[in-house]
């Protein structure tokens, strides 16, 4: 380490478990950890792939890939998936703890103020912005009216804005005329203009906090109604209040109002990021953001702390337990190198196709999925990750989310509850197994 570095050790409060990483999983497994009342300090260098989510919470859609079986009832997929899979991270759990813990983190959303909506044992279906049908498990309250409208094919009104990239009412028609024929489309303009800026969705979803360029909004999608029981807009009702921005809109055109997923930078996903956050701090979790980690500490087999900083400063932050919640290449968790695919904090092995020329189909869509997309970190069924000798790395050190091998959340529609299931799972083996100071 060069002489000018600045060192500190963070020691002032004793931290029972650092989670590395802030997106659904790690953000899972604070709620869990925190709940169960331990002391918790979640690090990360970035917010993950949540601001790119759409903000639906997928459970288990498609299983098996290759034949594209889609399933209404996700826990009967989920139990063919344990049953044909088992070194699936879902096989580790268990129906009954995955349920556990998406009901666990269903009310802490809850709780937080974001509301969820969703069949008791089914997945729904929602139509997406370019006109497919979407499966899922649980749709934000903003989104749900959608999927009665679409069920009851109601008479309903798409709003596009001029001007606005990337959401465009008629090709969502388009691709839903056949299933939805009272669907119709208006492109209308919007109150206010943002020329030549990107990252829209949020400019747009700002402006709508405001009353009086709803009112104005409002004003001018009522002469289009004709009939329309239901108007369906792009996710960017509101960045805070997206409630009272619906309810203030239903109100002045007396008919139903939903938002319609967009593509990123995606305003539902930031929504459940930044509730999270709150939610988290205002219940005692450390959350420690833009810190990444370059190294950790050990002591025998316990990994004793981790290291975060620059060239220029470095600090040490010491726990009983560590979750690596730290995602996939997106994340930064895993990292593509010429001679294979690295972990990039600890160095333990990846789970990968023997070759590079075996990451990827021809296809593109080919319904099997690429093999690159399982590659990942092999745990043992307390989620700790295997090391070259194929035992335990750090008895002390669990993964959780998208990080781990035999899984493709991608393909199966079961990111959300991969990230949620895996993160509960963690935090309870670490109750159960980690040694506490
Ligand atoms: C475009 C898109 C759309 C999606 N849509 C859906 C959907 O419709 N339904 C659904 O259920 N799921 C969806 N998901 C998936 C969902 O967002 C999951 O949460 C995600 O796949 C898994 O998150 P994760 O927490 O494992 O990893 P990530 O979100 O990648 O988080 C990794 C975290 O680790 C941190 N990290 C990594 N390395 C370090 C380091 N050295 N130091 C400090 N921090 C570090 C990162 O900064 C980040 O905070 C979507 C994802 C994307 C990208």
């Known amino acids: 380490m060069p002489d000018e570095v600045a060192v500190t050790h963070r020691a002032s409060s004793k931290i029972d478990l650092i989670i590395i990483g ?4 790690g953000t899972a497994a604070a709620c869990f950890a925190v709940t169960q009342g331990l002391k918790v300090a979640q690090i990360s260098a970035s917010l993950g792939e949540l601001p790119f989510a759409s903000g639906l919470l997928d459970l288990l859609a498609i299983y098996p890939r290759q034949e594209q079986k889609l399933w209404d009832n996700p826990w009967d997929g989920i139990a063919a998936l344990i049953d044909r899979s088992p070194s699936h991270p879902y096989a580790k759990l268990g129906v009954d703890t995955i349920r556990e813990a ?19 044992d089914g997945n729904v279906h929602l139509a997406t912005a370019v006109g497919t049908l979407k499966t899922t498990y649980r749709v934000p309250q903003s989104m749900w009216h959608g999927v009665g409208a679409l069920q009851q094919q109601l008479p309903t009104l798409l709003v596009d804005f001029y001007g606005m990239k990337d959401f465009h009412g008629r090709l969502m028609l388009e691709g839903l005329r056949h299933r939805w024929p009272t669907l119709n489309t208006k ?24 009353p009086e360029v709803r009112a104005e909004l409002a004003d001018s ?18 960045v805070h209040s997206t409630a009272e921005v619906i309810a203030d809109l239903e109100g002045r055109l007396g008919v139903g109002i939903f938002e319609i997923p967009t593509l990123p930078p995606s305003v539902p996903g930031l929504r459940l990021q930044e509730t999270c956050e709150n939610s988290l701090r205002s219940q005692g979790v450390q959350i420690l953001q833009d810190r990444r980690v ?15 900083g620059t060239d220029s400063w470095r600090e040490t932050t010491e726990a009983d337990g560590i979750i690596l919640a730290s995602g996939r290449f997106l994340g930064g968790g895993l990292a ?40 990942g970190l092999a745990v043992d069924n307390d989620f700790r990750p295997l090391g070259p000798d194929g035992k335990v790395a750090f008895q002390n050190l669990f993964a959780a989310g998208s990080i781990l091998a035999h899984q493709d959340w991608i393909r199966t529609k079961s990111g959300a509850g991969l990230a949620i299931a895996t993160a509960y799972g963690a935090v309870e083996a670490f109750l159960s197994t980690a040694p506490r100071n």
């Open 22 to 25: 802030s997106g659904l999983a």
């Open 102 to 120: 998406m009901q666990g983190f269903l009310a802490f959303l809850e709780a937080s103020g974001l509301e969820h909506h969703g069949l008791p």
């Open 187 to 210: 492109t209308l303009p919007f109150p206010m203009t943002f020329p030549g800026v990107d990252r829209q969705n949020l400019l747009f979803a700002e402006a709508l906090e405001s």
């Open 221 to 238: 999608i009522r002469p289009n109604l004709d009939g329309a029981q239901m108007v369906g807009m792009p996710a960017v009702l509101g």
């Open 294 to 308: 370059i190294g950790f500490q050990t002591d025998g087999l316990q990994c004793t702390g981790i290291i975060t």
């Open 336 to 375: 593509a190198e010429r001679n294979g695919i690295i972990e990039t904090i600890f160095g333990l092995p990846v789970v990968q196709p023997s070759a590079r020329n075996l990451w990827h189909r021809d296809r593109f869509l080919d319904h099997r999925g690429h093999p690159v997309n399982q590659a």
